[in-house]
């Protein structure tokens, strides 16, 4: 079946709420280099990228296309679903890209005709040659679609090997590019691929661990093309510096051939330890770095295989700035190792280190990465609105902290930063850039009113609601000053010495009198038999009996329904079963402990105190 094709419109969606780089506008090269590549087989093409110049309606847009590309990260997923069902309502089929897609390709077929997976520089083209001369669909790679209810998924080619192959982008495709007013951003990519690993990166998935890149005279072309008529550059590789040498010989190139630009680009920390390439850096126009700097916490890097530590990360500072060089920093909370006291200590860390600017973004599990994988497997996830996976919500359940304690710590960790006084330094210090920034920065905090927003409220009664319910039905209220245990209940999963007698202690930090009972004599019926017996002898000693028992054990979780099912319907008020795992132990704590002590932050303290006392991996 053919599907005449001449116009072709695509689409970068836009973010799904401001962010602190709402005002800086660096269109993603994918839409710009695949409208070129198309223009440049004869069809007509229109790029809208809505952070630039968003039409207010699509239908009276001067452009009727026979087929929409549609350009998405996890974040504006929702966006272009919903551009993805207004065009094809209207009978235009849309195909989608982007890394959201490539991963998500069963939900994203829902709104889309086609899914171009991966690098989509020799698929789309052959995808819409297929489409024009009614050819077999099964045999363009990376493509998805679908045959009736089934989906079709074609293999993945190749990456492209010889990226100098593919044509500078020509942003004259871009819909308001000639009209925009005010700083004109511009993006160049020069390498593709990553040659590290980190595990919440989907950029192996998507461009591979082999660094392929552009030779530096095609990088000066599209210098020359693009660069100088840009107010400022943006070298858009996932690690500029991956090839310290290539670089340097790209510098040195625009020094002698006179090249002025004022440019940016992400590097990682290692760059700053090269003093040749810094100055080459700063005498052709580098304007400021934008760093993964990650966490201040060892054991966090390490998790992130990050092959950095904290020395390292101020250095890079250090070094970077005396070479008058800025720094964007860019920690991420919410890993495994960490917990309250370390995104406090971060946050007076980056004041120290005087960083220019900085994002604090909460760990988000993109699909494709290790740790999406990880945390879904786990159940730990629990959002599932792609809108909130930009990277400033928390969307799982954390180790350490639970969602709404992350959130809330990360909201004031950037009201730290972004205050009132680093902008009276940086005026005083007439950097009127990061005046702007940082102004901006703050106001939008304000504006945000992200202390009150519906998410953090909806996080906070996710917390509290259980607890509510649990002490609507606790004996006496909230105030419970006995707790039975069942001795054997601990034979309930792998409960070893330190997780025992962690729990016994932080109950009786709380105040709570623990009460556990044995029956010397063991039934012949097995731990069940034993456990019944132990809760009759403490129906009379604890005004509350305690049920812990290990997730995920289905025996367990078996033998603790079976018991409340034999329970006598006053015993049964006063069973509560709590569920816990290495996962969830701070988390099941904090709902245990929010039972006797009403604050958050006296429960929370009182965990680490314990911890402390007990000295044990918990």
């Not at 392929?212 to 072309?221: G, I, K, P």
């Not at 020359?224 to 943006?234: I, L, S, T």
Request: include cysteine.
């Amino acid at each position: 079946m053919t599907h005449q094709i001449k116009k072709i419109l695509f689409i970068e969606p836009r973010s799904p709420r401001p962010h602190i780089f709402s005002r800086v506008a660096i269109p993603r090269l994918g839409p710009v280099l695949l409208g070129t590549i198309l223009q440049r087989q004869g069809y007509e093409v229109k790029v809208i990228i809505e952070e630039i110049a968003a039409p207010a309606d699509y239908g009276r847009l001067d452009f009727h296309p026979d087929l929409v590309c549609i350009s998405s990260i996890t974040s504006t997923a929702p966006r272009a679903y919903e551009l993805g069902d207004y065009y094809r309502v209207q009978g235009i089929p849309v195909a989608m890209g982007g890394a959201h897609p490539s991963f998500v390709v069963r939900e994203t077929l829902d709104h889309a005709d086609y899914v171009i997976c991966g690098e989509g520089d020799e698929a789309l083209p052959e995808l819409v040659a297929t489409l024009n001369a009614g050819g077999d669909l099964a045999q363009v790679k990376n493509l998805a679609y679908l045959e009736g209810e089934a989906m079709r998924q074609n293999p993945w080619r190749p990456l492209v090997a010889i990226l100098d192959d593919l044509p500078i982008p020509d942003y004259n495709v871009v819909h308001g590019w000639a009209s925009r007013r005010g700083r004109r951003w511009m993006s160049i990519a020069t390498s593709r691929g990553c040659p590290f690993n980190c595990r919440f990166c989907a950029v192996i998935k998507l461009f591979g661990r082999q660094y392929r890149y552009n030779s530096v005279d095609r990088v000066l072309a599209e210098i020359r093309q693009n660069g100088v008529k840009a107010h400022h550059v943006f070298f858009c590789d996932d690690n500029f510096t991956a090839n310290r040498e290539r670089i340097k010989e790209l510098c040195q190139r625009m020094l002698q051939e006179d090249l002025k630009i004022e440019w940016s680009a992400q590097v990682r920390v290692d760059a700053a330890k090269d003093e040749e390439l810094m100055d080459l850096m700063a005498r052709t126009g580098c304007y400021c770095v934008f760093v993964g700097l990650e966490s201040i916490n060892p054991a966090t890097l390490k998790l992130y295989n990050k092959s950095q530590t904290v020395e390292n990360i101020k250095e890079c500072v250090v070094n970077f700035h005396r070479h008058n060089i800025r720094v964007h920093g860019m920690f991420v909370f919410g890993s495994e190792e960490d917990h309250y006291q370390v995104i406090r200590d971060t946050v007076r860390f980056s004041r120290d280190l005087d960083l220019d600017s900085l994002q604090y973004l909460i760990l988000t599990p993109i699909p494709g990465t290790p740790v999406y994988d990880e945390l879904e497997d786990q159940e730990r996830i629990f959002c599932h609105d792609w809108s909130h996976y930009d990277g400033h919500h928390a969307v799982f359940q954390p180790r350490q902290l639970t969602p709404y304690e992350l959130q809330c710590e990360t909201i004031r960790a950037m009201k730290k930063f972004y205050s009132w006084s680093s902008v009276l330094q940086r005026l005083i210090a007439r950097d009127w850039f990061y005046v702007k920034l940082k102004a901006y920065g703050r106001i939008h905090m304000w504006q945000a009113q992200w202390g009150k927003s519906n998410y953090v409220e909806n996080l906070k009664k996710r917390l509290f609601s259980r607890v509510q319910q649990w002490r609507d039905w606790l004996p006496g209220g909230n105030y419970v000053p006995r707790v039975g245990i069942p001795a054997d209940i601990w034979k309930l999963g792998p409960w070893d010495n330190s997780h025992r007698e962690f729990l016994l202690k932080f109950l009786r930090r709380l105040g709570v009198e623990v009460v556990q009972e044995t029956v010397t004599e063991k039934s012949e019926n097995g731990v069940l038999q034993t456990l019944q017996a132990e809760i009759t002898h403490l129906q009379e000693k604890a005004d509350l009996i305690l049920l812990p028992f290990w997730l995920g054990l289905e025996e367990a979780r078996q033998k603790i329904k079976d018991l409340r099912q034999q329970a006598t319907q006053e015993t049964m008020v006063r069973l509560l079963a709590l569920e816990f795992s290495r996962e969830s132990f701070y988390n099941a704590c904090m709902e245990l402990g929010l039972c006797f002590k009403k604050r958050l932050r006296r429960t929370r303290r009182i965990y680490f105190q314990t911890l402390a006392e007990v000295g044990a991996q918990i």
